[in-house]
């Protein structure tokens, strides 16, 4: 059972542009929502992370959103740099396990056109 | 950087082998993580070591064990291995929130 769905699959997008990948969640004891980035070849990489206590949290071009109500959470990369071309994924863990396993989403393809 | 080290970084075996991945943990990180990534199931967890105990246990193959080390290194060894277990496999270890990825070790079974 999929508990992390995420949306689009891929995303093709301008420089300068704004990316925005979706993700929406079953488990309401999900407490800790990151994101990863990855390189072809490459492990994922922590991006930034949220708790649902806050609705948005800010790092550079990156921000994440989140609707806890919805059961959603969103990454907008503003000004996209072909450089920012990479595969995307969301992922959540349970509350109360502070050192417990990630569930990721599907993942998205992000491809920034120059 | 992440600081996790995975070796080795390309495998290549037969079906029926066993083959042994090694992860080393960023200094300090008492977790240990496995995941499996493939291109239908996605990034998948397997299991995972607290300063060397199980501590929880995901969609893993009977094929497939893990131990971690008193020195806090793993090992994941694969098994009876099938066409199916091509993948690339990834450690992750954490010590509060974050979960930082090692650069993985891709699997070949021919």
């Known amino acids: 059972q999929q508990q992390v769905k995420q949306s689009p699959q891929s995303l093709i997008v301008q420089k300068g542009g704004i990316s925005i990948i979706n993700c929406a969640y079953e488990n309401t004891a999900f407490d800790y929502f990151p994101w990863y980035q990855q390189f072809p070849g490459k492990g994922p990489a922590l991006l930034i992370a949220i708790r649902p206590d806050v609705s948005e949290k800010k790092e550079g071009r990156f921000t994440i959103s989140f609707n806890k109500s919805a059961k959603q959470f969103s990454l907008h990369i503003m000004d996209s740099q072909p450089g920012d071309s990479a595969t995307y994924f969301c992922?959540?863990?349970?509350?109360?396990?502070?050192?417990?396993?990630?569930?990721f989403g599907q993942g998205t393809i992000l491809t920034v056109h120059p | 950087d992440s600081g996790v080290t995975q070796t080795p970084k390309h495998l290549i075996t037969a079906t029926g082998q066993r083959v042994t991945l090694r992860c080393s943990p960023r200094s300090g990180d008492l977790s240990v993580y496995w995941y499996q990534q493939s291109l239908d199931q996605g990034l998948q967890f397997l299991i995972q070591?607290?300063?060397?105990?199980?501590?929880a246990k995901g969609n893993i193959l009977e094929r497939f064990s893990a131990q971690q080390f008193p020195d806090l290194h793993s090992e994941l060894n694969l098994s009876s291995l099938e066409l199916g277990d091509s993948a690339l496999y990834f450690c992750?270890?954490?010590?509060?929130?974050?979960?930082?990825f090692g650069p993985g070790t891709r699997l070949t079974v021919l």
């Open positions: 992922a959540a863990r349970v509350s109360g396990t502070s050192y417990g396993k990630l569930t």
């Open positions: 070591y607290y300063n060397g105990e199980e501590r």
């Open positions: 992750a270890s954490s010590g509060a929130n974050e979960q930082f």
